[in-house]
């Protein structure tokens, strides 16, 4: 029985399964475009401890877009520190790589950066719910999910008291985690690439202000691998790994806990502990993003050992690689087909991104002591010049079949944010000029001679073309479009709403790109022929 007044609940436009940060993020961005969302959590309170602690340039600039950067930036805290502030040390304490997670980069926001999880899904909450067409029901456990060429119905069970609700809806995103009921329900099986460890976690307070070198380091010692990292503003996180001779209970007694922090110099005196648990770490992945009107968002998609700070970041980019179609298919600019790249292009993205930090954790997590000195010689091989030698964190681009032009090298790449000035107001672009979709040219000819209804139409998507330059309108402050146009020997870029290059070219070629997105967003859409002689399709 449905209470009164919930009848609104049970249709939406989308219904998501699971308010973690990845079903959140999603509702936001859908509630802000219009759409009804209706979020489904099975547990009646927020989930009150952290599991992320690290977020990259890209994810927050996603959240940029979802609004949340204006009044919350001071959540994150920028990676700093010796070496790149990622380093992996051997036994001795001698450096074996170092990662640059300091550099800024090319989303606007610093590469990497420390935060607390709880804070952010709070914020993500408070700013769902204050959505007018979102819809959050908490206590409420999914168990059921049947579907037919128009719309989704799930089943729910109410913790309250047991009884059985159902919700409808155009589309169904599955952010119900690694554990996802729903893709079991719709029949997606998962590949687990074979890496399995227990590790300790232990998130604590500092109370003597001491700074660390390094924003993270991975200890690959064989007689204990070991985790340090800066988890937001006045926090710290210590993880070690299970040995084999000690259980998970032996592991999480707090005299076991304390006797391992202190080898890191944190003991009652310094440190407050706010909370231990062990976690298995995992590489795993969906064999299909999609089942008809379901997809799979976030953990329930994808899992990986946490070594590079990316699950939650790979969910943020699953939730905007979604909202975007969701919101144009919604609103009838585009087919139901742009779903079918969805799973190709974020499937092959997170795998490089699994693929490394499984190649990390095997790095970190050797126990052999033989092999660890083997891997300690090859990998000081390798760092010639420790002074000198810092790599880069992966880049991976878009897998394909793509929403992305034919035969361009960027397509699929991510693209750039950097800091503007209009009209007397300075910031990132996304805030001083916006527009979801984005052309972009470095010098007028480059965006002229797009004829008119074009253009409207382009703008109708929520486009914005903008030509970006040392002393025009809109001007490149720190030249980072100019850097970025001559490292991808482009004049102009044509990126969508989830950052991500559709195509590039030169003076001459935006009019191409603009048709190119147009036929591809519009494929087989029913009433084609309606917006064509509406005059809509230019
Ligand atoms: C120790 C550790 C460290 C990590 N560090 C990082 C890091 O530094 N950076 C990073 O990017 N990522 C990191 N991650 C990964 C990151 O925490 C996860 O990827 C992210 O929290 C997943 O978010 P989600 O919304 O997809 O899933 P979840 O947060 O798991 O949310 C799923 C939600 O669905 C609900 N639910 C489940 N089943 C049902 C159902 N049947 N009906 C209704 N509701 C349901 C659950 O109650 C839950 O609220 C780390 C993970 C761990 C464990």
Same mark, same amino acid.
Request: glycine letters at 12%; hydrophobic letters at 35%; charged letters at 35%.
């Given at each position: 029985m449905n209470a009164p007044g %919930? &009848?609104? *609940?049970? /249709?939406?436009d989308v219904l998501i399964v699971g308010a973690g940060p990845v079903g959140l993020l999603a509702a936001i961005l859908l509630g802000r475009g219009g759409l009804r969302v209706t979020v489904l959590e099975?547990?009646? %309170? #927020?989930?009150?401890?952290?599991? /992320?602690c690290t977020i990259d340039h890209e994810a927050l600039r996603i959240l940029q877009s979802a609004g949340v950067?204006?009044?919350?930036? $001071?959540?994150f805290e920028p990676s700093r520190g010796e070496r790149g502030g990622y380093q992996i040390r051997n @036994?001795?304490?001698?450096?074996?790589r170092a990662i640059n997670w300091n550099r800024p980069a %090319? +989303? @606007?926001?610093?590469?990497t950066n420390g935060f607390y999880q709880p804070d952010l899904e709070a914020v993500l909450e408070e700013m769902a719910v204050a959505i007018p067409t979102v819809r959050l029901r908490r206590g409420v456990l999914v168990d059921g999910v049947s579907q037919d060429a128009h719309s989704v119905t799930v089943r729910a069970t109410r913790s309250a008291d047991g009884s059985l609700e159902t919700f409808h809806g155009t589309f169904l995103i =599955?952010? $119900?985690? =690694?554990? +996802?009921a729903v893709r079991e329900l719709v029949g997606i099986e998962t590949e687990d690439a074979g890496f399995e460890a227990d590790w300790l976690v232990v998130d604590y307070e500092p109370l003597d202000g001491g700074e660390w070198d390094a924003f993270v380091t991975q200890y690959?010692?064989?007689?204990q691998p070991a985790t340090a990292v800066?988890?937001?503003? @006045?926090r710290r996180r210590l993880e070690f790994m299970r040995r084999e001779s000690v259980t998970v209970g032996e592991l999480s007694r707090t005299d076991a806990v304390w006797e391992l922090m202190a080898r890191h110099g944190a003991t009652p005196e310094t440190a407050r502990i706010e909370r231990h648990a062990v976690y298995t770490f995992h590489g795993r992945w969906a #064999? #299909?993003?999609?089942r008809g009107r379901v997809v799979l968002a976030g953990d329930a998609a994808h899992l990986m050992p946490p070594f590079l700070g990316q699950g939650l970041c790979a969910g943020f980019r699953d939730a905007t690689a979604l909202a975007w179609r969701f919101l144009l298919i919604e609103r009838g600019? /585009? /087919? &139901?087909?742009?779903? *079918? +790249?969805y799973g190709s292009e974020r499937g092959a993205h997170v795998r490089e991104i699994i693929d490394e930090a499984v190649a990390i954790g095997q790095v970190i997590c050797e126990l052999d002591p033989i092999r660890a000195a083997e891997r300690d010689r090859r990998m000081l091989g390798e760092l010639h010049d420790p002074a000198a030698i810092v790599v880069e964190p992966p880049h991976p681009r878009l897998g394909r079949p793509s929403i992305t032009e034919d035969g $361009?090298?960027?397509?699929g790449r991510l693209s750039v944010q950097g800091r503007v000035e209009a009209g007397g107001a300075v910031g990132l672009f996304d805030d001083v000029v916006?527009?979801?979709w984005q052309l972009i040219g470095l010098d007028p000819e480059s965006t002229a001679s797009i004829p008119e209804p074009l253009s409207a139409w382009f703008e109708s998507i929520g486009g914005s073309i903008t030509t970006v330059s040392d *002393? @025009?309108?809109?001007?490149d402050i720190d030249i980072a479009y100019r850097a970025w146009f001559d490292l991808h020997r482009c004049r102009v870029v044509l990126s969508r709403p989830d950052f991500y290059v559709f195509g590039t070219g030169g003076p001459g070629d935006a009019a191409g790109l603009l048709r190119d997105l147009r036929d591809q967003l519009i494929g $087989?859409?029913?009433d084609r022929h309606e917006l064509l002689t509406e005059g809509a399709l230019p």
């Open positions: %919930e &009848e609104a *609940d049970k /249709a939406a099975r547990w009646p %309170e #927020r989930y009150p401890l952290p599991r /992320a950067m204006r009044d919350h930036a $001071d959540l @036994g001795d304490g001698v450096l074996l %090319e +989303s @606007g926001w610093a590469n =599955a952010a $119900d985690g =690694a554990n +996802s690959a010692d064989p007689r800066k988890s937001g503003p @006045g #064999r #299909r993003w999609r600019q /585009a /087919a &139901e087909s742009i779903l *079918d +790249s $361009d090298d960027n397509a916006g527009g979801s *002393d @025009g309108f809109v001007r $087989d859409l029913a």
